[in-house]
T-cell receptor, first 118, second 115 residues
Framework: EAQVTQNPRYLITVTGKKLTVTCSQNMNHEYMSWYRQDPGLGLRQIYYSMNVEVTDKGDVPEGYKVSRKEKRNFPLILESPSPNQTSLYFC?????????????????FGPGTRLTVL | GNSVTQMEGPVTLSEEAFLTINCTYTATGYPSLFWYVQYPGEGLQLLLKATKADDKGSNKGFEATYRKETTSFHLEKGSVQVSDSAVYFCALPLNSGGSNYKLTFGKGTLLTVNP
């Protein structure tokens, strides 16, 4: 089944304790992205990646890191989490890139990771 | 960059009522337009899309027409069901072309359908 998976689905942690949220897709997509969803603010993009080793900042990158060493994986790293990073996080992917159809592509979303930083 | 303004709701309807959720955009050129839906406890999934002006996207009884004259992409359904209760997002690429691709979303509209 074609899908985007995220782990963990739920995480409660404390300020300053480094964590990684994993994202994996099995559709051979070139484009991947991370969003956070907050009440009243909607969805905001954190980082995105056009292909392996190619990443760029979204709208709210502060406090986050990403890496894209393999096509299927796009982990989100919080080196020193703070309470204002408490949110619902979504990973997404689309065919994108060299397909030439990036601007019409559907983005496929993972189920979400609910993070609470105390 | 491009932007989208979406009716925020919440919207509460009775089963079989007619639904309209308004979405207007500002854009350079004619980017693709999307409606995504988020059911309770789930991630977003594509509901429908239109890739050029005057296109009509449709799925699961929902429709939206890409209208360049009014820069709108309103979502409609003739008869909603309880199972349509969800949050609906209008979206388009932040930039119309180029290499720094980003998808920008409206704030979302919560729809509740009562039996």
């Amino acid at each position: 089944e074609a899908q985007v998976t995220q782990n963990p689905r739920y995480l409660i942690t404390v300020t300053g304790k480094k964590l990684t949220v994993t994202c994996s897709q099995n559709m051979n997509h070139e484009y991947m992205s991370w969003y956070r969803q907050d009440p009243g603010l909607g969805l905001r993009q954190i980082y995105y990646s056009m292909n392996v080793e190619v990443t760029d900042k979204g709208d709210v990158p502060e406090g986050y890191k990403v890496s894209r060493k393999e096509k299927r994986n796009f982990p989100l790293i919080l080196e020193s989490p703070s309470p204002n990073q408490t949110s619902l996080y979504f990973c997404a992917s689309s065919l994108g890139g060299t397909s030439g159809r990036l601007w019409t592509d559907t983005q496929y979303f993972g189920p979400g990771t609910r993070l609470t930083v105390l | 960059g491009n932007s989208v303004t979406q009716m925020e709701g919440p919207v509460t309807l009775s089963e079989e009522a007619f639904l309209t959720i308004n979405c207007t955009y500002t854009a350079t050129g004619y980017p693709s337009l999307f409606w995504y839906v988020q059911y309770p406890g789930e991630g977003l999934q594509l509901l429908l899309k239109a890739t050029k002006a005057d296109d009509k996207g449709s799925n699961k009884g929902f429709e939206a027409t890409y209208r360049k004259e009014t820069t709108s992409f309103h979502l409609e359904k003739g008869s909603v069901q309880v199972s349509d209760s969800a949050v609906y997002f209008c979206a388009l690429p932040l930039n119309s072309g180029g290499s720094n691709y980003k998808l920008t979303f409206g704030k979302g509209t919560l729809l509740t359908v009562n039996p």
